[in-house]
């Protein structure tokens, strides 16, 4: 997730064994004073992945280890690191690689755009790296942020600089637009963030600045209507959606809160699961409780913060499942 302040998946794991890390303690802190967290998925195993919006590479963590550096900051031309995804048929992790010093923020290497990229889970190579289009004026740019996959296995990603969504080729090797409408234009500093598709194949997408959550219609893979969900309250910088193993949804939300939504129709319930982070940025299911990363993004994004040292050390908050 990331916000531009304008003053300056079945897409994804609904539940996976969460083995030995069932008795962990309420958060696992992670190295470095510049973490930065910015998305958060997980194997069956229960490993946990997490990328890193300003220093790049991914951490994984293992039932019951420590993180640990499993893509290098700058491995196979990577920036900043934003969504993550698990891709078990695959067996590969999806991550969305950008020069995001088009908003401000340093990154390590040197490739420009924006890149889907896919990593063998076993040796950690890269095994596809696709390039965003060319976005369509007035864009400025493109950001790949978050990432879903459908009943087929095909992948999709969202761009939160230009309102479109794309899908990767069946061969893996180039990007195209799959879906464009004036609802997913960028509002209040941020367009597209977190998708997924939900148990009826249809796919759910939320804006991060506008706080709006949408429906794209799908039938045999081909996107149709986009109708804007009414939601039960509003929404403070909606993101990171995922399914859970109940069927609803989850996201996260920059203003403090983990939550369950429940969709009937055009409406969306909001459940707040547990509020008080500091801007969490991703979810993820892991047997009956659900990991949180804690992203702290306004010390990037946010002119009144930019600057100054972010509440160290950066953690993952671990939240058991109602009973």
Not at 1 to 11: G, H, N
Not at 207 to 235: F, H, M, Y
Not at 256 to 277: H, N, P
Not at 278 to 293: D, R
């Amino acid at each position: 997730m990331f916000r531009v302040k304008t003053s300056i998946c079945a897409a994804a794991l609904a539940a996976v064994s969460f083995g030995a890390q069932a008795a962990a303690p309420g958060s696992i802190e992670l190295p470095g004073d510049r973490a930065f967290p910015e998305s958060i998925t997980a194997s069956r195993d229960g490993t946990l992945y997490v990328s890193n919006l300003e220093g790049g590479g991914i951490l994984r963590i293992r039932p019951q280890g420590k993180p640990e550096a499993w893509l290098a900051p700058g491995a196979a031309g990577t920036r900043s690191t934003l969504g993550v995804l698990v891709d078990e048929s695959r067996q590969l992790l999806w991550v969305c690689s950008n020069d995001m010093t088009i908003i401000g923020i340093a990154s390590p290497g040197t490739q420009k755009g924006s890149f889907l990229k896919g990593f063998d889970l076993a040796s950690g190579k890269e095994k596809v790296s696709a390039s965003f289009p060319a976005p369509t004026p007035p864009a400025g740019g493109s950001v790949c942020n978050d990432i879903a996959i459908d009943g087929s296995g095909a992948v999709y990603v969202t761009d939160t600089l230009a309102p479109q969504i794309l899908k990767l080729s069946a061969d893996q090797k180039t990007l195209g637009v799959w879906k464009t409408d004036p609802l997913f234009a960028p509002k209040n500093g941020g367009g597209l963030d977190g998708l997924v598709f939900d148990a009826s194949g249809n796919l759910i997408v939320n804006k991060i600045g506008s706080g709006e959550l949408l429906r794209v219609d799908v039938k045999n893979g081909a996107p149709g209507t986009v109708t804007e969900l009414k939601t039960s309250r509003p929404l403070d910088q909606p993101d990171a959606l995922r399914l859970g193993a109940d069927g609803s949804l989850l996201l996260v939300e920059g203003g403090g809160s983990l939550d369950k939504l429940v969709i009937s129709g055009d409406t969306a319930k909001v459940e707040t699961i547990k509020d008080g982070f500091t801007v969490p940025t991703g979810v993820v299911q892991v047997g009956k409780g659900y990991w949180i990363s804690e992203g702290q993004n306004g010390y990037l994004l946010d002119p009144a913060l930019k600057g100054q040292a972010p509440k160290l050390p950066f953690r993952l908050h671990y939240v058991p499942a109602a009973k």
